[in-house]
């Protein structure tokens, strides 16, 4: 009864308070930064396409319209320089052409280049990590675990 608990417990939990306040600093630091820099809101790219998927039978890709929406509600869409569709339809449409190009199989994703290294194109096929890695923002969980979700139902159906 008066014997003293574990440090182990309180460890974990210290560490984890630790972690989760040096998130929320980050996090508060980088809006803080990207506010007063409009610039450094692109880690590296200078124009970024966003290439969608229409099906053969003219239909839309339901996961593609979500990422949009989610671009749209993360208030990135001027980062987008240009849409692209890839359209089973037709096989030479510039969305299918880049899709062979980069070997990609899944829509949507996203083709990212520098200026300063043109010929150097750099795919993304899960919109957090093009949001993480060239907009410098963080999703949170459940809009990851959404997107990961609607990825795995498509194949399902």
Not at 74 to 98: F, H, N, P, W, Y
Not at 111 to 120: H, I
Not at 133 to 142: H, K, M, P, T
């Amino acid at each position: 009864n008066g014997e003293p608990l574990p440090q182990r417990p309180f460890n974990l939990l210290r560490s984890m308070f630790s972690r989760a306040s040096n998130q929320l600093i980050k996090r508060a630091g980088s809006s803080l930064w990207q506010s007063q820099l409009p610039c450094a809101a692109r880690s590296f790219a200078s124009k970024v396409t966003f290439v969608k998927k229409i099906y053969a039978d003219g239909s839309t890709c339901q996961k593609c319209d979500f990422v949009w929406k989610q671009i749209e509600k993360d208030g990135l869409t001027e980062k987008i320089d240009r849409t692209v569709v890839a359209d089973e339809r037709d096989m030479s449409c510039e969305g299918i052409v880049l899709a062979r190009k980069h070997n990609v199989t899944r829509a949507p994703f996203f083709v990212v280049t520098d200026d300063a290294k043109p010929d150097v194109e750099k795919v993304y096929d899960v919109y957090f990590k093009l949001k993480k890695d060239v907009f410098a923002q963080e999703s949170g969980e459940a809009e990851k675990n959404e997107e990961i979700i609607r990825g795995m139902m498509k194949q399902v159906f």
